[in-house]
């Protein structure tokens, strides 16, 4: 029923496309609250200690945990710009299968 930017096919039956819909908005609102941990993650702070590798290792989550480039924030917003992209394709679909269908209806 539609297709993404990289060529493959997703087929889907009419009657399913919004639940399908439904479930990846659910996706995102997961991406949205696992964003929202990571960003906690960048405001940890080394213990106390002096422990070089311990601060270095919290220095790293941190990092690793924020929006820079190559980071989760940044992959995290790719990957729900990409799901969003397959449900506004699904949505267009639908909208096209409907109004084909309406049409179809009309003339009979």
């Given amino acids: 029923m539609a297709s993404d930017s990289s060529g493959l096919k997703l087929v889907v039956a ?7 819909i439904e479930g ?4 995102i ?6 964003h ?5 993650l960048t405001q940890i702070e080394a213990p106390g200690s002096g422990d070089p590798h311990t601060q270095y290792a919290i220095r790293e989550i941190s990092r ?7 980071c989760h924030g940044q992959v995290n917003r790719q990957y729900k710009q990409t799901i969003q992209n397959v449900i506004d394709n699904l949505q267009a679909s639908l909208n096209a299968y ?6 179809n209806t009309m003339r009979a």
Avoid at 36 to 40: E, I, S, T, V
Wanted: hydrophobic content about 30%; charged content about 35%; cysteine-free.
């Fill in 64 to 70: 690793l945990a924020s929006d820079d480039d190559g």
């Fill in 29 to 34: 609102a997961e991406l949205d609250d696992i």
């Fill in 14 to 20: 009419p009657e399913k496309v919004e639940q399908l």
């Fill in 98 to 103: 409907r109004q084909t269908e309406q049409q």
């Fill in 36 to 40: 929202q941990q990571a960003q906690q």
């Fill in 24 to 27: 990846l908005k659910g996706v």
